[in-house]
């Protein structure tokens, strides 16, 4: 048995005991996107009412994500009326704590959405705009319900690391056909890197990031009327204080090469647009810092070549690295 359902099997009766009586027995299972010691499970809630609402038990939980999901998304039993809330971009939460019997670990009963996530099938730009949409009415629901952390950002990259890194795997060594100029490009990027650090590190951070923004991280609710009904961002583990475009950048990312997946959509571009649409600030600034972190992103790829050594990948990393160099340097 896996050792998070082993876990959560031995503490369910505790859990179901900290619920008060509300929550079924649970039907644990092995989530795709799960690597680690945490256990997942559908089960029912009853509310005080008598009305029975599906739900995802999760634990243990780390302190971030459980912070985070519950700050937004705690909902009480008689608001659960509406299948689609309107402004909730995360998941709604019945119950949650912080220990289990003689376990210090969070866990959480949430929301189960139906179906699988967005990136689980083949995407239309509907789809893309939804997700860069609820992205950005994320952002301005967690800044009003905890001011930044202006003066501690989350933790960056060690970019002069990695790109030395990146460096050692592309010197001396084969190069597929079409990678031929990441020792040219490398040593460019390393002449200008103090530079570039410097520019990043004093980006704005006025933003609550998701940090981890892709379509098997977005779900969608039980429409209203007809529709798709409305997306949620899911795993708010890695959420941080930052600039606001490093959530469109993300997704970018991960897209090089593969730009077809967007569907023609501009990710930057479309969180502008949407972040301006709810009265969020964004600036020409912000947007000339997106290259600066694009650069950077480009020319530290080859550091992780040999576990996602991706020929296509580095071909369209190499690509962007060489076309917005001069224009960022000058």
């Not at 990259?157 to 597929?176: C, F, K, M």
């Not at 020792?183 to 980006?203: F, G, I, N, S, Y």
Request: charged share 25%; proline share 7%.
């Amino acid at each position: 048995m896996h050792e998070g359902h082993a876990l959560a099997s031995t503490l369910e009766p505790v859990l179901r005991d900290a619920c008060r009586g509300h929550l079924s027995p649970v039907r644990w299972f092995q989530a795709t996107w799960q690597h680690g010691g945490a256990g997942t499970g559908y089960a029912e809630w009853t509310t005080a009412a008598g009305r029975t609402i599906e739900c995802v038990v999760k634990f243990p939980v780390g302190y971030r994500e459980y912070a985070w999901t519950k700050r937004l998304g705690l909902t009480h039993e008689k608001d659960w009326d509406n299948p689609d809330p309107a402004n909730l971009p995360t998941p709604r939460v019945l119950a949650g704590g912080f220990e289990l019997g003689s376990y210090d670990f969070a866990w959480l009963v949430m929301e189960r959405f139906p179906g699988q996530p967005l990136g689980a099938h083949k995407m239309d730009d509907a789809d893309v705009w939804a997700l860069f949409e609820t992205t950005a009415e994320f952002q301005a629901v967690a800044v009003l319900q905890e001011p930044v952390e202006t003066d501690h950002p989350a933790p960056d990259q060690d970019w002069a690391d990695l790109l030395d890194r990146s460096i050692r795997e592309t010197d001396g060594g084969y190069l597929a056909e079409g990678l031929e100029g990441w020792p040219a490009a490398l040593a460019r990027a390393k002449e200008v890197l103090p530079d570039l650090m410097a520019r990043w590190k004093a980006r704005p951070i006025d933003t609550w990031c998701h940090r981890d923004v892709h379509p098997h991280n977005a779900m969608r609710r039980t429409p209203v009327n007809g529709g798709r009904g409305a997306l949620a961002l899911i795993d708010l583990a890695r959420v941080g204080p930052g600039c606001w475009i490093e959530d469109a950048l993300y997704f970018e990312r991960l897209c090089w090469g593969r730009e077809h997946v967007l569907c023609g959509i501009d990710p930057l571009a479309t969180l502008a647009r949407a972040r301006r649409t709810l009265g969020l600030p964004v600036s020409d600034e912000d947007l000339a810092l997106a290259d600066v972190r694009r650069v950077l992103m480009a020319a530290t790829s080859p550091a992780f070549s040999r576990t996602q050594g991706d020929p296509v990948y580095l071909k369209a990393a190499l690509d962007r690295l060489e076309r917005l160099l001069p224009a960022v340097c000058g």
